[in-house]
C-alpha cells in the first residue's frame, strides 16, 4: 500500500503495510528525511503524524484509523521541554508541574516558592516546601543545598490541621471554611486574610463577600502565620503581597471591581517590588484589567465644591491614615500595650522546634492537641500519696519509717505544762491577728500600687525640738506624735495616700505619685498645725 508523507514543503511516496504501526512509519521518515531526535532529561525532540487533522499515536495500526491507498500524512518535528521540577501538593494530592529553565536550580528556594504561589494560589506563609527525602527547605538556601536535580518531585506541606480549610478555599465553599476555622484569635484573624487571598486568586465572589464582611481589608498584606510573626528579618518577600495583587495576577475582573469599590486605596497598594496592581496586570497581559484600572486612575473624586484628581485623593487619603495610626500607637504606647509574641505564645524556630507544617488533617491535629493537654502534670496536691510502680505521674513519698512520731499533748498532769502551753497559744494568736492587720491593710490600700518592703536597718532619727514650752512635746518624737493623732503608721499613711492618688487613672504614674506626696505632705503639716494649736492653749496667760 502506497502512501505519502507530506513534510516540510516536500511531498514523498512511502510503500507501507496496512499492518504497519505508527511508530514504524515514523522510523522510516526518519531514516529518509534524517531527522536528529533525541530525549534527555531536559526534554525531547520527535516526530508526530497527523492523518484528517487528528494526531496518531505509536501503538495505532494504519489500517485500524482508516488510513487507506493514496492517503497523505503530514509530519511534524516537534521539541517538548520537561518540567525542571515537579512539586505534590498535599491538599489537592496533585502533582505540579514547574517549566522553567535549568538557571532556576542555581536559585533560591525563595525564588521557587514565589513560582508555586503564582501555580496553586496558596499564600507564602501558608506552606512550605520538603525534599523527598522530607528535609524542609528554607528560604535562605540555595536549591543546590538540597541536592535538587532536573526532574525532581518536591513536597508542598502546609500548617497542621489546614488541610480541609484550604480545601474549602480552593474550592470556593464559604459554609466548609468557617467550618474548619480556628479558635485562637490571631490564627483566626490570619486565616481570614488567607481565605480573601485564595478567592481573589480563583474569583470566588461569595468567598470575597464574606471574608469583606469579617472585616478583611484587600490592601491589607496576608502576613505570616502568628507562630512565625516574630522571626520578620527571615521571611518571604512575598509575605507583603495583599489580596488585591492576587486578583491583578490572575485577571479576576469582577474580584478587582469590588475590591476597589470597597476601599480606592487598592489602586496605589504596592507589593515587595513596588509594583501597583495596574503594573501587575500589565505584567501578566491582562487587558480587560488594564483598562478597568487606567480609567479609574484617571478619574476624579467630586465633592461639594471641588474635584480631586485620583491620585491627589489616594495620597490625602493615605496621609490622614499615617496620622490617625501613628496617633493611635502614641495612645497604646502611653497604655503600655505590648506589641509581637508575649510570654506564652507559641512560637517556631527553624531548625529547632518541632515542624507544625506536616499537612496533618484538621481531626489528628485536634487529637493531639488534646493528647498534649493530657500530658500535663496534675498539682502536688492531688497526686496520691502510694507510690504504683510503673506509674510516671506517681511520685515517690519519702519512707514512713524516717518519719518522727507525733504524739497527743498530756493535758492535766503538769499544771507549769498547761500554763506555758496557754501562752504559747496566746502568742501564735497575737500574731495571727498582726498578720491579718497588715494585710487588711495592703488590701484596703494597696489595690494598685506596690511599694519596696520595709527595711530593717536601724537609723537613728535626730530628735525634734519645737520652740513650745511644753515639755510633753519636747520628747515627743514626730513619728510616735503622727501615729497618735492620725491612728496610721508613716508606712500605712503612705500605702493611704498612693491608694487615693491611684484613682486618678488618666494620668501618668509620675503624676499619681506627685498627688501622693502632696497629700502626705499635707496630712503631716494639718497635724503639726493641731498640735502646735494644743500646746498654745496650755499655755500660762500673760497680763500686761
Known amino acids: ?92 494530592q496533585e502533582k505540579m508541574p514547574i517549566v522553567e529553565s535549568t538557571a532556576l536550580l542555581g536559585k533560591k528556594v525563595s525564588d521557587l516558592r514565589t513560582l508555586v504561589t503564582l501555580r496553586c494560589g496558596f499564600p507564602v506563609g501558608v506552606y ?10 528554607y528560604d535562605c538556601n540555595g536549591l543546590r543545598d538540597y541536592q535538587t536535580d532536573i526532574g525532581t518531585t518536591l513536597r508542598l506541606d502546609v500548617w497542621d490541621g489546614w488541610k480541609e480549610f484550604l480545601m474549602g478555599c480552593l474550592l470556593g465553599q464559604k459554609l466548609k471554611v468557617q467550618r ?15 481565605a480573601l487571598y485564595i478567592a481573589a486568586f480563583y474569583g470566588y465572589i461569595e468567598l470575597t463577600e464574606w471574608a469583606l ?47 476597589v469599590n470597597c476601599s480606592l486605596l487598592c489602586l496605589e497598594c504596592k507589593n515587595a517590588a513596588g509594583q501597583t496592581p495596574l503594573t501587575i496586570a500589565c505584567k501578566h497581559k491582562h487587558k480587560d484589567c488594564v483598562l478597568y484600572l487606567l480609567s479609574k486612575m484617571w478619574s476624579t473624586v467630586s465633592f461639594t465644591k471641588i474635584s480631586v484628581p485620583m491620585r491627589i485623593y489616594i495620597k490625602i487619603k493615605q496621609w490622614v491614615l499615617r496620622a490617625q495610626s501613628h496617633s493611635l500607637h502614641k495612645n497604646q504606647l502611653c497604655g503600655a500595650r505590648v506589641f509581637g509574641a508575649k510570654v506564652g505564645d507559641a512560637i517556631i524556630v527553624d531548625g529547632f522546634t518541632k515542624p507544625r507544617m506536616t499537612s496533618k ?125 492620725s491612728g496610721r503608721t508613716p508606712r500605712e499613711n503612705a500605702v493611704y495616700c498612693l491608694a487615693v492618688a491611684s484613682t486618678f487613672k488618666e494620668k501618668r504614674w509620675l503624676q ?29 496667760e500673760i497680763m500686761l
Open 180 to 194: 474548619y476555622l480556628s479558635k485562637e484569635g490571631p490564627v483566626l484573624k490570619f486565616q481570614k486574610r488567607v
Open 213 to 259: 464582611q469579617q472585616g478583611v481589608r484587600p490592601h491589607e498584606a496576608v502576613g505570616v502565620h502568628p507562630y512565625r510573626a516574630w522571626c520578620h528579618e527571615a521571611l518571604h518577600a512575598d509575605v507583603s503581597k495583599c489580596p488585591i495583587h492576587a486578583a491583578a495576577e490572575a485577571g479576576q475582573l469582577l474580584i478587582l471591581k469590588a475590591f
Open 128 to 137: 512550605c516546601l520538603r525534599t523527598p527525602k522530607g528535609l524542609e527547605m
Open 361 to 485: 488533617s484538621w481531626h489528628r491535629a485536634e487529637d493531639r492537641d488534646s493528647q498534649n493537654t493530657l500530658r500535663k502534670l496534675p498539682p502536688l496536691k492531688e497526686q496520691t500519696a502510694s507510690r504504683r510502680p510503673g506509674n510516671p505521674l506517681t511520685i515517690s513519698q519519702p519512707d514512713p519509717k524516717g518519719q518522727t512520731l507525733k504524739l497527743p499533748p498530756i493535758v492535766g498532769a503538769n499544771p507549769l505544762f498547761d500554763l506555758q502551753r496557754h501562752q504559747r497559744q496566746n502568742q501564735k494568736k497575737m500574731t495571727a491577728t498582726a498578720r491579718r492587720k497588715e494585710e487588711l491593710i495592703k488590701n484596703s490600700y494597696l489595690p494598685q500600687v506596690p511599694l519596696p518592703s520595709v527595711s530593717r536597718v536601724g537609723y537613728s532619727h535626730p530628735s525634734f525640738h519645737y520652740a513650745t514650752p511644753s515639755a510633753d512635746v519636747l520628747l515627743r518624737s514626730p513619728l510616735a506624735s503622727f501615729s497618735e493623732h
Open 512 to 540: 499619681q505619685l506627685g498627688i501622693a506626696r502632696v497629700l502626705a505632705k499635707k496630712s503631716i503639716s494639718n497635724l503639726t498645725t493641731q498640735e502646735g494649736l494644743k500646746t498654745c492653749e496650755n499655755l500660762p
Open 1 to 92: 500500500m502506497r502512501i505519502f508523507i507530506a513534510f516540510e514543503g516536500s511531498f514523498e511516496p512511502f510503500d507501507v503495510s496496512a499492518d504497519e504501526t505508527v511508530e514504524a512509519v515514523k522510523l522510516m521518515i526518519k531514516d529518509y528525511f534524517h531527522i536528529p531526535l533525541s530525549e534527555d532529561k531536559q526534554g525531547r525532540r520527535y516526530l508526530e503524524l497527523t492523518y484528517s487533522g487528528a494526531a496518531l499515536k505509536d501503538s495505532w495500526n494504519l489500517a485500524d484509523v482508516g488510513i487507506s491507498f493514496c492517503s497523505t500524512l503530514k509530519c511534524f518535528v516537534k521539541e517538548e521541554d520537561k518540567p525542571t521540577l515537579y512539586v505534590f501538593n498535599a491538599v489537592t
